[in-house]
């Protein structure tokens, strides 16, 4: 079963066969290579990252959902401030579905930490994606998109406004999201000597925030909330 956020965002496709093509990849995110069927960590559990950013379980869903949050505002500038043309389901396509092979390249160690599979010893998501794309007949213009999502970094630079958007929607997202992470485990450090294990997003932003109100004080009490709270879901 998709993640009901994220089926209602593939309802934002206006093009049907877009949509059903989008929609039955992320139902099923498998790669077939020698003969060896590839599925990783379920969509929902992932992280979208082992250290970086979204580096915790529902990561790798938050992530695709703040992407397109962000990719959907910079639609609205380009239409409304720039009067420029955009086909926001290319740009919705490329979000939901850019980094749908991370979770196939996680796997969990056996003290619970992140860790990479084989496959991704040989393959990276982004190549992984493109592959996968074009064996389902994905149009081209929606594998340029996926194929630049890593900008100067990636095999091309986004060479149309689609692709730039997504691009830098999912930048702003990574380092939004890795930033509050960075902040908060250095924050937690600082006050009570050591780090909390996998930070959550919704824990950094809330240290992060306490420090700014409440200075020093403040992430010492919210570390030590945050410490109880996790002892009583784990009873
Ligand atoms: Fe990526
Ligand atoms: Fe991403």
Redesign the pocket.
């Known amino acids: 079963m998709l993640n009901p956020k994220i089926k209602a965002l593939t309802q934002k496709i206006q093009d049907k066969k877009l949509r059903k093509k989008v929609i039955e990849l992320l139902e099923n995110p498998t790669f077939e290579i020698d003969g060896k069927k590839y599925s990783g960590l379920p969509l929902d559990v992932s992280p979208a990252g082992l250290s970086h950013h979204h580096c915790y379980p529902g990561g790798h869903i938050e992530h695709i959902i703040s992407t397109a949050n962000l990719a959907e505002a910079i639609c609205d500038s380009v239409e409304k401030v720039y009067h420029g043309k955009v086909n926001r389901d290319l740009v919705m396509a490329g979000v939901l579905l850019?980094?749908i092979f991370?979770p196939i390249t996680y796997t969990i160690n056996e003290n619970g930490s992140y860790g990479s599979t084989n496959l991704a010893e040989y393959l990276d998501?982004?190549s992984l994606v493109i592959a996968e794309l074009v064996r389902r007949g994905f149009p081209l213009e929606l594998v340029h998109v996926v194929s630049a999502?890593?900008g100067h970094y990636?095999p091309i630079s986004p060479h149309t406004i689609e692709a730039l958007i997504c691009h830098l929607a999912?930048l702003m997202d990574s380092r939004l999201n890795g930033e509050v992470l960075n902040a908060a485990a250095y924050l937690t450090r600082k006050a009570i000597g050591e780090e909390l294990p996998v930070l959550t997003s919704k824990e950094a932003f809330e240290i992060v925030h306490s420090k700014t109100v409440k200075g020093w004080e403040g992430v010492v009490k919210t570390v030590e909330k945050i410490k109880q709270k996790r002892k009583t879901h784990k009873a």
Request: aromatic content about 0%.
């Open positions: 850019h980094d991370k998501h982004l999502h890593h990636g999912d």
